[in-house]
């Protein structure tokens, strides 16, 4: 039997980005003994690349802003299939959470008189985003940080996790996982556990995302027997680098647009204005001059064809190339530079002037950047309850990225930083109280964790099997060929033959080298939740006939009012992890309260 | 509320560090820097002391119709001034032996003390280190911690001495276009070289890192200090030249003291503009 | 296309070795692209840690060509003709390979007194963006550590780590002490536990820094200076004595003021 190192807490997180951390520091605060698990450095976790800001209705620049007019854009942002209640949570109470932020050290940009600057961004009816130039993630970790570092929360780093472990009554109670420097094995017990694992763009070729982001909260929770929901909901982000190849896919913030910036294809036109569907057509200019009317004053004009929900921006960059209008290395022109001064741009993008000026030799300041989509953000996640984070299995708790709901079919940017604060918050508070109200100390099936270890260790014993790189490349592919930003029902099934095989050959892995910081055994022990994640976001998308925010179907091209009342559910039932058996089914969303569906009676 | 011991986790260092046991990795030509600095500022100690002791030819008098008083020199304050270098106010008549080693201490000490300076020489003279990545020529270091190196905490004191030398520079300067017995006002090059020596050591000064701080960078608000913001906010580019000012500012005084020295020693005359 | 030749370090606390890689050259790569690829076709195991390659995380910090630089930022163009030499931050003790142990840093982290405001009022903090510039300096850190990693004073004496925090945590004390609502004085601590005396301001960490922070400049001068307005200045001391303001910081006085 494997040996492992043992600890035992009241409640531990998994994942130390800013709903993690948001969480240790509530239940730290509560007085529970806490943990806070991450897979790489504290304070390296993927938040760090948030640039645009925090959404948060505190009315600092419009004071007519509201926190059901922020409700009413999230919810139309993700095309109704939000989970109402999640989405009113967080537009009441992120103000309160950014302030917050505040008297922990965060230094937002002012206004004249003081107070926190917001900007505008996609989707958004007023300037919103509390932010910091262009590196909101990084100040908002760094606070959070440093916050739970001053509370002298337990923090364990580089620490893998491979699975949660439930007791023999399947309460959640623990996880199982290894120390990534050493190697070896570590078991941590815990009355209730925090899943902040975040995101799952590792899936696909081109992405915003960092290593990190392999999907492996949504892949646990469902093999610990947790409902996930609208898993083909992946947005792909409009603005990513397209060239040089080696930084493709690295983000280029919404706020260029924001500040001014405008998309054009080769032909030198603003082709946004010929995207801009029905739903948005009352609220969006139909001429540049209106457009860049309402850049110096929003009531002189209707909002910038730019600045539309990133899901529509996607698809309309998607169109232009593939209709040859594409910029030379297969994207559309973002032009900042002909609109603005050098020195504003310096000022207000300066970590998107070293980005270009460093990998690229751009400067933005004199010539367009060359853009488009890559994969940003899954809006689907882990069913949760809106007030606790509580997932569908007992002891377990769900915030930020992986959770899904908040975001519907879509989310707006700025959205996600101010759902890490609202709902990590919350999450920690479910997971406190849950705590607190479980007697006795979590028994961790002993052999769930041996299982667990066993599998995590096989590649060493393996010769002649396959190279995890190759693996995770072909997945990467994959993904990205057929599960893409366009999908058709064909290429969907197609993708599940292609996940099959994948599966069968990550189950032959073999790994070089000693336990001890092996990368390539690191991702070997990645690919389970890599593949869980690819097939339920594949299953997903088989499934739901019709376009809907970030997931589009050539063949259903059009939003279908049947679908956009259900969650697609997946779960698996007999267990079994990578190999298990998913059952997926449509279950009606949450019926909103008559005085919150008034706000989207067309009277605005 | 001053925070002076807080709970402290006991430092984990670590295990042997491993890695390549080289001093540098580095194969770009990282000992230029501190050889040049190594070699100027050489060279003007070297000038500079002699200068000081040659004790001769730092003034130009009204024989040649100018009034050029090398900077090292100036104020000329002891009884062993040569005629009309010093001023009437104040003079130390049983001084002796050569006038510029009672004015060297001011801007000597300045420049010892400097930020900038004492990169330059840490870097350039004691090798701790040479370059960056570039490993310490020293088994101990203890920093600025200790006698004597402590002593560079008074570098703002030195400052405020250096603006006394720098307001009595400027008076040479403003005074030297009287060119004496010819005219009541003129310019020529010695007046010029004098001018640009003043206003290149008052830029000097005014860069330091300590005047930033005195000016208005020791404040935590800006808003409620207005005036003290405009100043730091003028002064805060200068700083960010310090470097160049400090050696501009440092050879041009041993080209002023030179020029003077030969218009003085009759290898050329002063030649007036206009 | 040409190829490119990489000397990497392999080994741990126990020795090591530098091993050549020899990999065909791509356009537009960066260092961690190289070491990426020579993770995936030859050598599985090589460790490096990465995160974002975007030059935000500050994760893939390792001595190129003997310079400390961020990998993903390192255009492979840029480099002089030639094979490229990659090591670990030499600071720190190494872990495997290209990883090194950085939790220097991190317990250097826990010795930072927490920003300290006075209570929140109704309707928010008001803040004025001239007075927080200073600190929004500082906050750009990425915390890739390799100010600490060239910093010689850790550097070539491990022994000076027990009481040095290094320029990563100067800027940090500079940003809590520049910040206009904190009311914590930290200068007495900088100047004895943190060791900002041990500081011979070489520059070395500015020179290094991704995020071109000013840190000796902009930080660890400007420290230096309120240390000598706590400590060595005797009119300083004379002036406090007179007015009976014991330790009182020009901000906490703004702070009442305010």
């Not at chain 2, 003279?125 to 310490?136: E, L, N, T």
Request: hydrophobic residues 40%; charged residues 20%.
């Amino acid at each position: 039997m494997a040996e492992y190192e043992s600890h035992d807490y009241d409640v531990i997180i998994i994942g130390a980005g800013g709903a993690g951390l948001r969480a240790a520091i509530e239940a730290k605060a509560r007085g529970l003994r806490t943990a806070l698990i991450c897979k790489s450095l504290l304070g390296k976790a993927h938040t760090v690349m948030a640039e645009g800001g925090v959404a948060a209705a505190m009315g600092n620049v419009y004071p007519e802003d509201s926190w059901q007019i922020h409700f009413r854009d999230t919810m139309r942002g993700g095309k109704m299939l939000n989970n109402w209640r999640m989405a009113q949570l967080h537009a009441q109470e992120a103000p309160d959470r950014v302030q917050e932020l505040e008297a922990w050290g965060a230094l937002f940009d002012r206004t004249p008189d003081g107070r926190i600057l917001q900007r505008d961004f996609g989707g958004h009816r007023f300037a919103r985003l509390a932010h910091v130039g262009d590196r909101t993630g990084l100040e908002m970790i760094r606070t959070l940080q440093q916050r739970v570092v001053s509370m002298d929360v337990d923090v364990f780093m580089e620490c893998k996790i491979l699975g949660l472990v439930a007791d023999a009554e399947g309460v959640v109670s623990g996880a199982v996982g290894y120390w990534r420097p050493t190697g070896e094995m570590v078991v941590f017990s815990a009355k209730a556990v925090v899943l902040a694992t975040g995101g799952a763009g590792k899936s696909w070729k081109y992405t915003s995302n960092s290593w990190e982001c392999t999907g492996d909260g949504h892949a646990m929770a469902l093999w610990a027997g947790a409902d996930l929901i609208d898993m083909e909901c992946v947005q792909f982000h409009p603005t990513g680098m397209v060239w040089p190849l080696s930084v493709r896919g690295l983000l280029v913030t919404e706020g260029v647009r924001g500040d001014g910036g405008v998309l054009r294809n080769s032909e030198g036109t603003r082709f946004m204005f010929n995207y801009v569907a029905e739903m948005f057509r009352a609220e969006t200019a139909d001429s540049e001059e209106e457009a860049d009317r309402w850049y110096e004053d929003h009531s002189a004009g209707r909002r910038t064809p730019e600045l539309l929900p990133r899901d529509e921006v996607a698809r309309a960059i998607n169109t232009e190339v593939k209709a040859g209008r594409g910029s030379p290395h297969g994207g559309v022109f973002l032009d900042i530079a002909t609109r603005r001064s050098p020195e504003y741009i310096r000022r207000r993008l300066p970590s998107m002037y070293h980005q270009f000026m460093e990998l690229a030799g751009v400067d933005i300041t004199a010539e367009p950047m060359e853009v488009g989509p890559t994969c940003h953000y899954i809006m689907g996640g882990v069913r949760v309850e809106a007030d606790t984070g509580a997932a569908t299995v007992p002891g377990l708790f769900v915030a930020g990225e992986v959770a899904g709901g908040m975001h519907g079919a879509n989310r707006l940017g700025g959205n996600s930083l101010s759902d890490l604060l609202v709902f990590g918050r919350r999450a920690g508070m479910g997971a406190s109280d849950y705590a607190a109200g479980r007697s006795g100390a979590p028994k961790p099936d002993e052999g769930e964790i041996q299982h667990s270890i066993t599998e995590a260790l096989a590649p060493f014993e393996r010769t002649d099997g396959e190279n995890p790189y190759e693996l995770h490349q072909e997945l990467q592919e994959m993904m990205q060929t057929l599960v893409g930003i366009i999908r058709t029902g064909d290429e969907l099934e197609r993708a599940l033959g292609e996940l099959d095989v994948l599966r069968d050959r990550a189950a032959k892995v073999t790994v070089g080298g000693g336990r001890a910081y092996n990368p390539g055994w690191n991702l070997a022990t990645d690919l389970p939740a890599m593949l869980t994640l690819s097939r339920c976001v594949t299953l997903g998308a088989r499934d739901r006939k019709e376009s809907r925010g970030g997931h589009t179907r050539e063949d259903f091209p059009t939003a279908d009012p049947e679908f956009g009342k259900v969650n697609l559910v997946q779960r698996q039932p007999s267990g079994g992890g990578v190999n298990g058996d998913i059952k997926i089914a449509p279950e009606p969303i949450p019926e909103m309260p008559p005085e919150l569906a008034e706000l989207f009676e067309e009277s605005h | 509320m001053s925070v002076e011991a807080p709970t402290v986790t006991p430092v984990q260092l670590g295990g042997p560090r491993g890695g390549p046991a080289v001093r540098t990795l580095r194969t770009d030509n990282w000992w230029v820097q501190p050889t040049i600095s190594v070699i100027v500022l050489t060279a003007f100690v070297v000038y500079s002391t002699w200068a000081v002791f040659v004790n001769k030819d730092y003034y130009v008098g009204a024989a040649a119709h100018r009034d050029l008083i090398s900077p090292f020199y100036s104020p000329c304050i002891t009884g062993s001034c040569v005629a009309g270098a010093h001023g009437t106010f104040f003079v130390l008549t049983w001084w002796h032996i050569t006038p510029a080693v009672l004015i060297l201490g001011g801007p000597l000490g300045f420049r010892l003390t400097c930020y900038y300076y004492r990169r330059a020489y840490y870097r350039g003279f004691w090798q701790s280190p040479p370059a960056c990545g570039v490993g310490d020529a020293h088994t101990k270091y203890t920093g600025e911690t200790r006698f004597p190196l402590i002593l560079q905490n008074v570098h703002r004191y030195f400052f405020l001495l250096g603006l006394v030398f720098n307001t009595i520079l400027t008076i040479d300067a403003v005074m030297a276009f009287r060119l004496p017995g010819d005219g009541t006002f003129g310019v020529s090059i010695g007046t010029l070289v004098l001018v640009t020596n003043a206003a290149l050591l008052w830029m000097y000064s005014l860069s330091c890192h300590a005047a930033r701080h005195l000016c208005g960078g020791n404040v935590r608000s800006f808003s409620t200090h207005p005036i003290r913001y405009r100043i730091w906010r003028f002064l805060t580019p200068l700083n960010a030249r310090h470097m160049q000012l400090a050696w501009i500012s440092l050879v041009f005084v041993a080209l002023t003291d030179l020029y003077v020295r030969l218009v003085s020693a009759g290898v050329f005359s002063d030649p007036k503009i206009f | 296309m040409s190829d490119v030749t990489m000397n990497v370090w392999r080994g741990d606390g126990d020795g090591g070795d530098f091993a050549e890689y020899t990999l065909p050259s791509q356009e537009g790569e960066v260092v961690l692209d190289v070491i990426h690829r020579i993770q995936a076709t030859q050598a599985g195991d090589l460790a490096c840690r990465w995160n974002c390659k975007a030059g935000k995380c500050g994760s893939c910090s390792a001595e190129v060509n003997g310079k400390p630089r961020l990998m993903c930022m390192t255009r492979m163009d840029q480099l002089p003709e030639g094979p490229v030499t990659v090591a670990p931050m030499k600071a720190f003790p190494i872990i495997r390979d290209l990883v090194t142990d950085v939790s220097f840093n991190f317990e250097m982290a826990k010795q930072v007194p927490a920003f300290a405001p006075p209570p929140r009022p109704e309707g928010g903090y008001r803040m004025q963006q001239i007075d927080i510039e200073r600190g929004q300096e500082f906050r750009k850190c990425i915390e890739c550590f390799m100010c600490q990693d060239v910093c010689h004073v850790i550097r070539d004496h491990e022994e000076n780590k027990a009481h040095y925090a290094g320029p990563r945590f100067f800027i940090r004390y500079a940003e809590l002490e520049m910040h206009p609502l904190d009311t914590n004085d930290r200068r007495e601590l900088v100047r004895q536990k943190a060791g900002l005396g041990m500081c011979n301001i070489t520059k070395c960490c500015t020179e290094v820094c991704p995020e071109h922070i000013k840190i000796t400049d902009n930080a660890i001068i400007p420290m230096k200076e309120r240390v000598v307005d706590a400590s060595y200045d005797p009119v300083a001391w004379l002036g406090r004595k007179i007015l009976r303001r014991q330790k009182a910081s020009p901000g906490e006085a703004a702070a009442h003021g305010a």
